[in-house]
């Protein structure tokens, strides 16, 4: 092993890209790269089998693209004897095996992992440079510039800068079709007979990389939750390439208008599958905003389609990194409903009746997926409206699903999902009764419970739980103007239905405290 080398390069799990900024000056004669596979990063929450095995299989697969561009790599494998099992324990071994001068980093994407590594770096008297990542469109530094001399920030006018700054969906200085957001034509649910006809998701081939990654997983990780028998998470630079096209072609053109809808046994629908391509960095937004922009100039995408899909990149994926890093690390703890019940068992198992929870984690545990109104208005929405501590809520979504980071994870639950912002991150609480759920989706037909009733032995629990989150919030929710004609139809209710639906709603939370 080389000793004295100038530089130790940082690559994390969450950054293989060739272009990352802590490469750009790399010179193979002088400097090495570190990469390590650690047991604790997949147990400090319980990750599930499909999570570990998309980050493990990626690391090595990119690892491989370094040694035939013959980079020197330092790369510690999970399944190694020596192998310490801990971050901070493998990145010393490191320094003192190759007497780096400096190490070099791309930022994180977790702040537990920067605070890390600046710790190392400084036990070991190591300088550590670490360079933005250029990976997003907003920097750091843009996204303060933004919320300087904000009273509230808005993911719209983030969203609209962005567009305007980037030249995307724009004629000169307006927006193409004269329309910033075609949201209002992207909430359409299905008919009685269910989605049409939809090409199934293209098929990623697991190869020996991939599946010697695997074994390990079931091998080592037996215990954690979901399986790995329906793995096809794109795990190369070719994969996530051929997913994006796949998804342009086949998705794309319904993508709008059926965004917001569920179906019993249907886990993709029209979504695009690549979000876990984009947070390992194996795509780069920009290409993919280009692809949905051709796709619409061509004529093979409606506008509300490319606008939509559009959004969620640029808008909210960027807007939850802002957020992120603009809070932390005081965002982690926060708590503003004061919700402190113990997350449901059932989450790890799926074993409820009813129906939508059971079809949206049971779906979940299998393919480490959901969609985002899957998430956001079924998973979230239910642990939102029972009170369960946001920590938990945020804990769970990290552990499951296969594109959690947690820059991006830990906003989208703690402030959009579960509202513990307070509404820094959302204008106001994303709650509903089960009659949202059965208008976008046919979950409601297979269940034992009615989501127009809220008492009873037939209620359904999140109608039962949605008057009790406003009789318990009332006066905290007042405030919010966003809130006024659910509070207002809130007040319709007697004393006596009160009294009732919360009497209901604590027997629920008894009965479900132990599934």
Request: aromatic share 12%; net charge neutral; with cysteine.
């Amino acid at each position: 092993m080389a000793k004295g080398i100038r530089n130790l390069v940082i690559i994390l799990g969450d950054q293989l890209n060739f272009d990352a900024p802590a490469l750009r000056e790399f010179d193979r004669e002088r400097d090495m790269i570190w990469m390590a596979e650690v047991e604790k990063e997949s147990i400090h929450v319980p990750s599930s089998k499909q999570r570990i095995t998309v980050f493990l299989a990626a690391m090595r697969h990119f690892a491989k693209a370094i040694q035939e561009q013959n980079w020197p790599i330092l790369y510690r494998y999970l399944d190694q004897e020596d192998n310490a099992g801990c971050f901070e324990e493998e990145l010393v071994k490191a320094i003192n095996a190759t007497k780096p001068q400096c190490l070099v980093l791309t930022w994180p994407g977790e702040w537990r992992v920067l605070e890390i590594i600046k710790q190392v770096a400084l036990e070991q008297h190591v300088p550590l440079v670490i360079h933005p990542d250029t990976h997003f469109y907003c920097s750091q530094e843009d996204f303060r510039n933004h919320a300087q001399n904000r009273k509230q920030l808005r993911q719209e006018y983030f969203y609209r800068e962005l567009r305007q700054k980037n030249n995307i969906l724009m004629d000169g200085s307006r927006p193409i079709g004269g329309q910033w957001n075609y949201d209002v034509d992207n909430r359409k649910s299905f008919d009685k007979t269910g989605p049409p006809s939809i090409p199934p998701p293209r098929i990623h081939q697991a190869d020996d990389i991939t599946q010697s990654v695997i074994n390990l997983v079931r091998h080592r990780f037996k215990d954690h939750p979901g399986s790995l028998d329906t793995f096809n998470w794109p795990v190369t630079r070719k994969q996530a390439l051929q997913a994006l096209e796949d998804f342009i072609q086949f998705r794309l053109p319904h993508f709008g208008q059926y965004q917001d809808a569920m179906w019993t046994d249907e886990p993709w629908l029209y979504h695009s599958l690549i979000s876990s391509s984009l947070n390992l960095k194996l795509l780069n937004p920009r290409e993919v905003i280009q692809c949905a922009e051709k796709a619409f100039h061509q004529g093979s995408v409606p506008l509300a389609a490319a606008e939509g899909f559009i959004r969620q990149i640029v808008g909210w994926r960027e807007y939850v990194r802002g957020i992120y890093w603009h809070y932390m690390p005081d965002y982690l703890h926060l708590n503003k409903m004061q919700a402190n019940e113990e997350l449901p068992l059932f989450y790890w198992s799926g074993t409820t009746d009813m129906a939508c929870l059971r079809e949206s984690l049971k779906q979940t545990l299998r393919f480490g997926y959901a969609h985002h109104i899957q998430r956001l208005m079924v998973t979230g929405l239910y642990a939102l409206l029972y009170g369960v501590r946001p920590q938990s809520v945020h804990e769970w979504y990290l552990s499951v699903y296969v594109d959690a980071v947690e820059w991006v994870e830990l906003p989208n639950t703690l402030g959009m999902s579960q509202f513990a912002d307070g509404g820094l991150m959302a204008s106001k609480p994303y709650i509903a009764s089960g009659k949202y759920i059965n208008r976008m989706s046919n979950y409601c037909s297979q269940c034992p419970y009615n989501p127009e009733i809220s008492t009873g032995e037939k209620a359904c629990p999140f109608t039962t739980l949605y008057w009790d989150y406003l009789i318990r919030h009332e006066k905290k929710l007042q405030s919010n103007p966003r809130m006024a004609m659910q509070l207002k139809n809130l007040q319709r209710l007697s004393e006596v239905d009160k009294s009732n639906i919360v009497s209901q709603a604590q027997a629920h939370r008894g009965v479900n405290s132990g599934l």
